[in-house]
């Protein structure tokens, strides 16, 4: 039995092997990500084609999503929001001609903050001639203010709580999370958690029993999809992240209508 609940696993130098990636797609990855943060073209291309290789051989269909980088800054402690470019960066358009020109199936747009970023970003992708569904990343304050606008004008949503913790009060973020939820189920569209789900897989092979409970979270909270970044990228333990997030997805799902969450 297979849950429905979308999983989404980060495909890096973790999980490129197409013995891996053949065996977290037995295990039930719905949809792979390639983070344009990192790595070059050459580098996602290898990516792409193993994974439509494994997909093809395996008779289905994994959507892969290109997670364009945004207005970032680099530091020593990572990469930041940097108010100072635009959101649609130039960076982000040579990149996503690249997606375009390999039919990548979804584009994310990091740091959204209007409906104007996400109608910016699907005049770009018509004018070159793509046809890719938008997933709009929420990380930010502006984005959660204008949140119905940007639901509307998306096909997607992804609640990004990395960057989004540094907007709220920590301690404010699942009930932030679990507001986009809601806007995102009123109007019908698929809704990602992502960020931290089975963060402690990046190094052991058994996540915690709070890690656990939050994946369980989001799923009876509604979200359609739970997401692995590091955990699968570049942890290691790819293959077992993506186990035991079905397996959380699972029993979250047959206990949906006995926990009624909101």
């Known amino acids: 039995m297979e849950s429905k609940t979308i999983i989404i696993a980060t495909i890096g130098p973790a999980s490129k092997n197409k013995d891996i990636l053949s065996n977290l797609i037995t295990h039930n990855m719905s949809m792979a990500r ?4 990192w790595g070059t073209h050459d580098e996602h291309l290898q990516f792409i084609n193993s994974i439509r290789e494994e997909s093809y051989k395996h008779n289905v269909s994994i959507p892969i999503i ?14 930041h929001f940097n108010g100072d470019l635009k959101i649609f960066t ?7 001609i690249f997606g375009i020109k390999n039919n990548i199936e979804y584009v994310a747009l990091s740091f959204v903050g209007s409906k104007n970023d996400i109608i910016e970003l699907r005049n770009f992708i018509k004018d070159n001639n ?8 929420i990380e930010r304050k502006e984005a959660v203010e204008n949140l119905s606008e ?11 709580r990395g960057d989004l913790g540094n907007e709220f009060p920590i301690e ?8 986009i939820i809601i806007e995102a189920k009123k109007q019908n569209k698929m809704v990602i958690v992502a960020t931290q789900m089975l963060l402690s897989m990046v190094e052991n092979p058994t996540p915690t029993r709070a890690e656990v409970s939050d994946v369980a979270y989001a799923i009876l909270d509604g979200a359609d999809g739970v997401m692995l970044s590091e955990e699968s ?16 997805a699972l029993i979250a799902e ?3 209508n006995i926990i009624r969450i909101g």
């Open 66 to 79: 290109q997670d364009l980088s945004g207005p970032r800054t680099q530091d020593i402690s990572g990469h």
């Open 233 to 248: 990228a570049i942890g290691k333990y790819p293959l077992e992240a993506v186990k035991i997030m079905e397996k959380i």
């Open 254 to 256: 047959k206990n949906r």
């Open 34 to 37: 390639l983070n344009f943060s």
């Open 150 to 160: 940007i639901i509307e004008v998306s096909d997607a949503i992804m609640i990004a």
């Open 90 to 96: 130039e960076k982000d358009k040579d990149d996503l």
């Open 172 to 179: 404010e973020i699942p009930f932030v999370q679990h507001h």
């Open 130 to 137: 793509g046809n890719q569904k938008i997933i709009a990343k």
